[in-house]
């Protein structure tokens, strides 16, 4: 993981570690402070999903690129050898000729 993957997790997860703490020490009755908590705790979680959708997404969009890019390569790879291999064979002709 790069260094701004790790920054922007320790981010997050200070975000998430700092609201639990601030619910949990707020002057008010424990079913409010869990009701709170389980609220922030939610709005997290499907934030962190999406998150986590966006990763995938975009790591099979670099994938399919990849995969595009390295089969044009194939592809030209095999003309060029196609193409050598004509001119070899050419070359051979020209030598039984002589």
Known sequence: MSSRG???FAFILGAITG?????LFAPDKGTNT????????DKYKKR???IVEDL??????????AKSEGEKIVKDAKVKAEKLLDDVNG????IKTK
């Open 6 to 8: 790790n920054s922007f």
């Open 19 to 23: 609201g639990i703490l601030g619910v």
């Open 34 to 41: 869990r009701d709170k908590l389980t609220y922030r705790l």
């Open 48 to 50: 962190l999903e999406e």
């Open 56 to 65: 995938v997404e975009g790591a099979d969009m670099v994938e399919n690129e």
């Open 91 to 94: 070359l051979i002709d020209q």
